[in-house]
């Protein structure tokens, strides 16, 4: 009688086992979950549309995952994480790591533009602006912070402004100055600096202007010619250049400068395919997510030339312009 009892309880017990390890496969990726990798600097805009998406479609649930935007990349074309929807802070990351063996298209969404972040409590903070902000960096007790080239497109983009910044006051030895010291403060995103800078280990770092915004930062607006912010100074931004790690092991490739430009796109591997599309249908429209971005300090370019535009999807077309 006794064993008896004991084998109903353990087959109970298995039961319970199996089906709760049923439910926690159900869960891995259900026809209403969706998996967003996305840039670091769009963790609270993404956050807004993701909550809003799911308030106008109750039984939808959003996982996100910030990343720098290279080591985001990685994970879904090396690592095989799932993932519906990638978003970058730089669209060539899509071309360059994604396209065409892990995507097929990508759409630019958003500018930002590059700045130098601080608090009140930062050294020098009542003397630095946009004429003196090099000097004020270099000085001995100051310390600052970026993030890493070969992961994240913030740090690529503060090498580019350090380089940019010495043709444009015209000294040749500026941005190895610049970029030799505190190497011990670089991190691999942008926005693991921010809790450094706001407990004053740093006291500046390279940052996008809409994040510091965001989280309520004091920033130097640096000159147009440094801030990699306008399309039409492209030529001029050009003159800057930086190696950085590519997509295979020992690659290594040459950024150059350009105005900074985010993209979006839905991986191959994505699970549900058409429930993203309609997420970066809402993302990308005005009155949903074009107004979040807008409303967080970012500057939106919808529509704006796509040269993958023939393998967008028919229902996000509408977003992008054919390019040449």
Same mark, same amino acid.
């Not at 910030?66 to 994970?75: F, L, M, N, P």
């Not at 890493?148 to 740090?155: A, I, Q, R, T």
């Not at 001029?236 to 250049?241: L, P, S």
């Given at each position: 009688?006794?064993?008896?009892?004991?084998?109903?309880?353990?087959?109970?017990?298995?039961?319970?086992?199996?089906?709760?390890?049923?439910?926690?496969?159900?869960?891995?990726?259900?026809?209403?979950?969706?998996?967003?990798? !996305?840039?670091?600097?769009?963790?609270?805009?993404?956050?807004?549309?993701?909550?809003?998406?799911?308030?106008?479609?109750?039984?939808?649930?959003?996982?996100?995952?910030?990343?720098?935007?290279?080591?985001?990349?990685?994970?879904?074309?090396?690592?095989?994480?799932?993932?519906?929807?990638?978003?970058?802070?730089?669209? /060539?990351?899509?071309?360059?790591?994604?396209?065409?063996? !892990?995507?097929?298209?990508?759409?630019?969404?958003?500018?930002?533009?590059?700045?130098?972040?601080?608090? !009140?409590?930062?050294?020098?903070?009542?003397?630095?602006?946009?004429?003196?902000?090099?000097?004020?960096?270099?000085?001995?007790?100051?310390?600052?912070? /970026?993030?890493?080239?070969?992961?994240?497109?913030?740090?690529?983009?503060?090498?580019?402004?350090?380089?940019?910044?010495?043709?444009?006051?015209?000294?040749?030895?500026?941005?190895?100055? =610049?970029?030799?010291?505190?190497?011990?403060?670089?991190?691999?995103?942008?926005?693991?600096? =921010?809790?450094?800078?706001?407990?004053?280990?740093?006291?500046?770092?390279?940052?996008?202007?809409?994040?510091?915004?965001? !989280?309520?930062?004091?920033?130097?607006?640096?000159?147009?010619?440094?801030?990699?912010?306008?399309?039409?100074?492209?030529?001029?931004?050009?003159?800057?250049?930086?190696?950085? /790690?590519?997509?295979?092991?020992?690659?290594?490739?040459?950024?150059?400068?350009?105005?900074?430009?985010?993209?979006?796109?839905?991986?191959?591997?994505?699970?549900?395919?058409?429930?993203?599309?309609?997420?970066?249908? #809402?993302?990308?429209?005005?009155?949903?997510?074009?107004?979040?971005?807008?409303?967080?300090?970012?500057?939106?370019?919808?529509?704006?030339?796509?040269?993958?535009?023939?393998?967008?999807?028919?229902?996000?077309?509408? #977003?992008?312009?054919?390019?040449?």
């Amino acid at each position: 009688m006794w064993q008896t009892v004991c084998e109903i309880r353990f087959t109970f017990l298995l039961f319970l086992i199996l089906a709760g390890l049923g439910i926690i496969a159900s869960c891995g990726h259900s026809e209403n979950t969706l998996r967003i990798i !996305h840039a670091g600097s769009l963790s609270v805009p993404v956050a807004e549309a993701a909550d809003s998406f799911e308030t106008a479609n109750p039984g939808v649930r959003i996982l996100r995952e910030a990343w720098g935007s290279k080591a985001g990349a990685r994970r879904v074309s090396d690592l095989d994480v799932p993932c519906d929807i990638f978003i970058s802070a730089d669209y /060539r990351v899509i071309d360059r790591f994604l396209i065409p063996g !892990h995507a097929l298209w990508n759409i630019s969404f958003a500018g930002n533009e590059m700045a130098i972040v601080y608090t !009140h409590r930062s050294r020098y903070a009542d003397e630095i602006n946009a004429s003196n902000w090099y000097k004020i960096l270099l000085r001995e007790d100051v310390v600052y912070g /970026r993030s890493d080239p070969d992961s994240d497109p913030c740090g690529v983009r503060a090498v580019l402004v350090s380089e940019l910044a010495g043709i444009y006051y015209s000294d040749t030895g500026l941005a190895s100055s =610049i970029l030799e010291r505190h190497k011990n403060m670089i991190r691999p995103k942008e926005t693991d600096l =921010i809790a450094l800078l706001e407990s004053n280990a740093l006291d500046y770092i390279f940052l996008y202007r809409s994040v510091a915004e965001q !989280h309520n930062l004091k920033f130097v607006k640096l000159p147009d010619e440094l801030n990699l912010s306008l399309p039409e100074l492209n030529d001029w931004y050009g003159r800057a250049t930086t190696r950085v /790690r590519g997509g295979a092991p020992g690659e290594r490739f040459t950024e150059r400068g350009e105005a900074m430009v985010y993209g979006i796109t839905i991986p191959l591997k994505s699970k549900n395919p058409e429930l993203a599309e309609t997420f970066v249908q #809402f993302f990308l429209s005005a009155g949903g997510g074009i107004d979040i971005l807008e409303r967080n300090g970012q500057n939106t370019i919808v529509p704006a030339v796509s040269y993958s535009y023939d393998n967008i999807p028919e229902g996000l077309k509408q #977003f992008a312009l054919p390019g040449n």
